[in-house]
């Protein structure tokens, strides 16, 4: 929440991101690599920590089956 009013982070295709309220999009001067390499203290019992986990598959071109 920003000055009372609920606000959403949205990823784009190449990590930036993007603040969203209803009403108009902002650019963040943060990546989402960054957010997900890190961890914040928000209040004595609150804290958010980020992580990242990446899977490659196989498709085979003939069948569509993923290998």
Do not use: H, W
């Not at 902002?26 to 957010?35: H, I, K, R």
């Not at 958010?48 to 899977?55: A, M």
């Amino acid at each position: 929440m920003s000055g009372g009013r609920k606000k959403r982070l949205v990823p784009s295709l190449d990590g930036s991101l993007y603040q969203v309220d209803g009403e108009g999009i902002e650019a963040v001067p943060l990546t989402a690599d960054f957010l997900l390499s890190s961890s914040f203290r928000f209040s004595e019992d609150l804290t958010v920590v980020g992580g990242k986990e990446v899977e490659t598959y196989g498709i085979d071109l003939n069948t569509g089956k993923v290998c």
